[in-house]
């Protein structure tokens, strides 16, 4: 038997091949409304005899726990960052592959519990492009790789996503087309040209394959920039005692509150006295008041509520002109209205970034968007406001299908693991 693993920035699935035959995905969460689908999130409670919680146990046992602890999501999106070697948990520092190998272990251990068996072949997806940077691509994989060994695989081949998408999609194919696969996920945006028929796939039929990193995570950080950092001091105003200036919040500093990775880097010793300075520096009392609103963020380790404040905002502009992002905590209040037209310029920097990924992606394939017989769209951002405008700028509605959106990779994986 071989596992064909799925593992996402937002979500992972797990499927399995036996001597051939593609067997039911593993209920990974049965606690979730999807069961086949377990949220890559990590609970760790600030005791140290307590067990590590995933997906949806990991957030209720956060709440539980009066969101004391350790909550990690989206911590593959540091696989290819060369200076992240690690994180502290109730003192020690754990290695981000040994982070990672955690919550793959996990994923094993489950499967291995509803087969009754060990397996320890799989084969793993992986995004187009973990880095636009060649030596940070290939270190991502090789900690990916590193990971999956610790979590106790022996056997391990990696397959690109959209590829593995394209695998599933070609079985509905009736006569040979050339399908854009577009995957957008939490962390990336990842596509594939690529010549399919119910022929036998031949790796020449992938006419090419790109991708950045970026894709709904972004979005939800563009959101967090523009329209709820400022109530967390990222727009403060201050002047150091004897000083004639009047200075900001530095970039930098308020740029680690974008991301649910990053806010934690806010918490440094240094930047805990750096802010605790300039809120005593502050020009008026809303300023105070929200660098106030940005401690109990901190103290309490919010990121990950208030960001799924934003993310329902951003899911609701799918298919309404305007919402409101709401949050509320105990010293915390936010209300922020959003229009279409607000997200569209908030994020407007990363959608063009992300589909001039897929221009480029075109583009090596020697096509012009006529070319394309059908645009196959996966993953959950696909759903997105943005990305649907952007698709329809390029290609005619007729073309675009979205089809499972978060089981068609895992589902793709399985196709190629029969031949493996």
């Given at each position: 038997?071989?596992?064909?693993?799925?593992?996402?920035?937002?979500?992972?699935?797990?499927?399995?091949v036996?001597?051939g035959?593609?067997?039911?995905?593993v209920?990974?969460?049965?606690d979730?409304?999807?069961?086949?689908?377990?949220?890559?999130?990590?609970?760790?409670?600030?005791?140290?005899?307590?067990?590590?919680?995933?997906g949806t146990?990991a957030?209720?046992?956060?709440?539980?726990?009066?969101?004391?602890g350790?909550f990690?999501?989206?911590?593959k999106?540091?696989?290819?960052?060369?200076?992240?070697?690690?994180t502290?948990?109730?003192?020690k520092?754990?290695s981000?592959e040994?982070?990672?190998a955690?919550?793959?272990?996990?994923?094993?251990?489950r499967?291995?519990?509803?087969?009754?068996?060990?397996?320890?072949?799989?084969?793993?997806?992986r995004?187009a492009?973990f880095?636009?940077d060649?030596q940070?691509?290939?270190?991502?994989?090789?900690?990916?790789?590193?990971?999956?060994?610790l979590?106790?695989?022996?056997?391990?081949?990696?397959?690109?996503?959209?590829?593995?998408?394209?695998y599933?999609?070609k079985n509905?194919?009736?006569?040979?087309?050339?399908?854009?696969v577009a995957?957008?996920?939490?962390?990336?945006s990842?596509?594939?040209?690529?010549?399919?028929?119910?022929?036998?796939?031949?790796?020449e039929?992938?006419l090419?394959?790109?991708?950045?990193?970026?894709?709904?995570?972004?979005?939800?950080?563009?959101?967090?920039?523009?329209?709820?950092?400022p109530?967390?001091?990222?727009?403060?105003e201050y002047?150091i005692?004897?000083?004639?200036?009047?200075?900001?919040?530095?970039?930098?500093?308020s740029?680690y509150?974008?991301?649910?990775?990053?806010?934690?880097?806010?918490k440094?010793?240094e930047?805990?006295?750096?802010?605790?300075k300039v809120?005593?520096?502050s020009?008026?009392?809303?300023?105070?008041?929200?660098l106030f609103?940005?401690?109990?963020?901190?103290e309490?380790?919010?990121?990950?509520?208030?960001?799924?404040?934003?993310?329902?905002?951003?899911?609701?502009?799918?298919?309404?002109?305007?919402?409101?992002?709401?949050?509320?905590?105990?010293?915390?209040?936010?209300?922020?209205?959003?229009?279409q037209?607000?997200?569209?310029?908030d994020a407007?920097?990363e959608?063009?970034k992300?589909?001039s990924?897929?221009?480029?992606?075109?583009?090596?394939?020697g096509?012009?968007?006529?070319?394309?017989?059908?645009?196959?769209?996966?993953?959950?951002?696909?759903?997105?406001?943005?990305?649907?405008?952007?698709?329809?700028?390029r290609?005619?509605?007729?073309?675009l299908?979205g089809?499972?959106f978060?089981?068609?990779?895992?589902e793709?994986?399985?196709?190629?693991?029969?031949?493996?």
């Amino acid at each position: 038997m071989i596992y064909a693993i799925d593992f996402g920035t937002s979500n992972s699935l797990l499927g399995a091949v036996d001597q051939g035959k593609i067997m039911p995905l593993v209920a990974l969460d049965p606690d979730a409304s999807n069961p086949e689908v377990l949220r890559s999130l990590m609970y760790f409670p600030q005791s140290k005899n307590a067990q590590a919680s995933f997906g949806t146990q990991a957030i209720q046992n956060y709440l539980d726990d009066s969101m004391n602890g350790r909550f990690l999501k989206s911590f593959k999106r540091f696989l290819p960052q060369q200076n992240f070697d690690g994180t502290l948990l109730n003192g020690k520092l754990v290695s981000l592959e040994e982070l990672i190998a955690r919550f793959l272990r996990e994923m094993r251990d489950r499967a291995n519990a509803f087969f009754k068996r060990d397996v320890d072949s799989v084969l793993l997806g992986r995004p187009a492009r973990f880095s636009e940077d060649d030596q940070l691509d290939k270190l991502a994989q090789l900690r990916l790789q590193n990971a999956a060994e610790l979590a106790g695989f022996k056997n391990i081949q990696f397959l690109e996503e959209p590829v593995a998408a394209a695998y599933r999609f070609k079985n509905e194919l009736t006569q040979e087309q050339i399908v854009l696969v577009a995957d957008f996920g939490g962390g990336t945006s990842d596509f594939t040209v690529i010549k399919l028929s119910s022929k036998p796939f031949r790796q020449e039929d992938v006419l090419a394959v790109g991708g950045v990193p970026l894709a709904g995570d972004s979005f939800d950080g563009a959101l967090m920039q523009h329209r709820v950092a400022p109530n967390f001091g990222s727009e403060v105003e201050y002047q150091i005692p004897m000083s004639k200036n009047i200075l900001r919040m530095p970039k930098g500093l308020s740029a680690y509150l974008n991301s649910t990775a990053h806010i934690n880097f806010l918490k440094t010793p240094e930047n805990r006295e750096f802010l605790k300075k300039v809120k005593s520096w502050s020009l008026n009392v809303n300023d105070a008041k929200h660098l106030f609103q940005l401690e109990i963020l901190l103290e309490n380790q919010l990121g990950f509520s208030v960001f799924e404040a934003i993310e329902l905002a951003k899911r609701n502009l799918s298919d309404h002109s305007k919402t409101q992002i709401e949050y509320s905590y105990p010293g915390i209040k936010i209300s922020e209205s959003v229009t279409q037209a607000n997200f569209r310029k908030d994020a407007a920097s990363e959608s063009a970034k992300i589909f001039s990924g897929l221009d480029d992606t075109i583009e090596k394939a020697g096509l012009k968007f006529s070319q394309i017989d059908r645009v196959c769209c996966t993953g959950g951002t696909a759903k997105s406001l943005l990305v649907r405008e952007g698709l329809l700028k390029r290609f005619p509605e007729e073309k675009l299908e979205g089809f499972r959106f978060f089981s068609s990779i895992v589902e793709g994986l399985c196709e190629r693991a029969k031949n493996l």
